[in-house]
Each structure stands twice: as C-alpha cells, then as structure tokens.
C-alpha cells in the first residue's frame, strides 16, 4: 500500500524544537520530492516546505513563515523525511502534513493521516 | 502571489456545483484541486486542470483559463460534502484559501 505515516508531534514550549519524521512506503521513495504543509485549526493550508531527491541535490526550499527556523531532510535508506522545527511560535501551531508532488502529475498525490503539533506554555 | 475562492458554496443533491479559484494569469500555470473532509487529510480530486486520479468519480471535472480555474462537481451528492483547495505553483507552492461545500 502506497502511504505516508507523520510522527514526532507534540506539546512544545515557545522557543523550543521538536522534529516530525514522515515514513513511506508502498513505493520509490528516494526518487520522489517530499513536502510539507501544515493547517492551523479551522484554517486553510499553508506550504511549508520540500526537498527533492538526490538528482536534484536534495534542494531544499521553505515558506516565508518557517525560512531560517524550519529545516527538512531525508535519509533514503530509511524512506523517511524529517521536519526539523526550531524557535518554535505560538503560530506554528498546526496539524503538519507530509505529502509526495510526483514531476509527472504537479500534484500532491499522497497525503500521511498528519501529525499535531503545539506551540503553548 | 494568490488565489482567491469563495468561502462557501451551495448546491442542491443531484445538481451542478461549481467552485472557482482566481489568480494572475492562472491559466497560464498548472491548477490542483483538493478536497477535505473534516478530521480527514486532502485528497487530490483534479490534477494538471483537467485530469483526474484513479478512483476519483467522473462528476469531477476541472479548467482553467485566463485568471480562473473551475472546479465542476456534477449531479452532486452529500458525499461531496467538503472543504475544497485549488494549489498553484508561483516561486512557490500556494494554495487557495478554501471552499466549503454545502450540499442541501
């Protein structure tokens, strides 16, 4: 079965750090770009990020909001994505997403179940 | 950049709803749609405009031109009932703000 599975979510602190992982399977991950996008409570749905796959570099790009606190990378040998988020925000709190953008389609195909994150003292 | 939708739409079941989402020449770029249910995660219903992913029902159906894309949902039913995002590549990625299908 093709799916995307997002953990590591959780209460944090503002100003802490907390890393979501993103496990695939069900097909090549390590030829596909991975990115994630994250919705706030009865909000919209907001990129946060990619990374695409060792033919292009692993190349890394990020939303206006998280550029400079958020980092995503992979580890292929895993099938797994990693969402690293520091100098966390109240505003950053939001179910995140992990989601597979296949070149051929220009669409997110695959969605994970999504994992919550809190930013809260 | 930005895309606008509607905040809601309604339909009656068995009729045709139809969802826009405007931007800058739009046309121009490739146009998705998504649809969330709530506590679900978005599912891709139209991709590249007009296409449709394998298991998704033939009411579905998309355009785009000029600075407007049109996501078509006929004979409707309450199933259909549900958020709906259109997504758009700029520099980046940028989704719609969202619509929300009322079907009664």
């Known amino acids: 079965e093709v799916q995307l599975v997002e953990s590591g979510g959780g209460l944090v602190q503002p100003g802490g750090s907390l890393q979501l992982s993103c496990a695939a399977s069900g097909f090549t991950f390590s030829a596909s770009t991975i990115h994630w996008v994250r919705q706030a409570s009865g909000k919209g749905l907001e990129w946060v990020g990619r990374?695409?796959?060792?033919?292009?570099?692993?190349?890394?790009a990020y939303g206006a909001s998280v550029k400079g606190r958020f980092t995503i990378s992979r580890d292929d040998s895993k099938n797994t994505a990693y969402l690293q988020m520091n100098s966390l925000k109240t505003e950053d709190t939001a179910v995140y997403y992990c989601?597979?953008?296949?070149?051929?389609?220009?669409?997110?195909?695959?969605w994970g179940q999504g994992t919550v994150v809190t930013v809260s003292s | 950049y930005e895309l606008t939708q509607p905040p809601s739409v309604s339909v009656s079941p068995g009729q045709t709803a139809s969802i826009t989402c405007s931007g800058d020449?739009?046309?121009?770029?490739?146009a998705s749609w998504y649809q969330q249910k709530p506590g679900q995660s978005p599912v891709l219903v139209i991709y590249q405009d007009r296409k449709r992913p394998s298991g998704i029902p033939e009411r579905f159906s998309g355009s785009n031109s000029g600075n407007t894309a049109t996501l078509t949902i006929s004979e409707t039913q309450a199933v259909d009932e549900a958020d709906y995002y259109c997504?758009?590549?700029?520099?980046?990625?940028?989704f719609g703000g969202g619509s929300k299908l009322t079907v009664l």
């Open positions: 997504q758009a590549w700029d520099s980046s990625v940028v």
């Open positions: 990374i695409r796959s060792q033919g292009y570099s692993y190349a890394t």
């Open positions: 989601t597979r953008y296949p070149g051929d389609r220009m669409a997110f195909d695959i």
């Open positions: 020449k739009l046309g121009d770029k490739y």
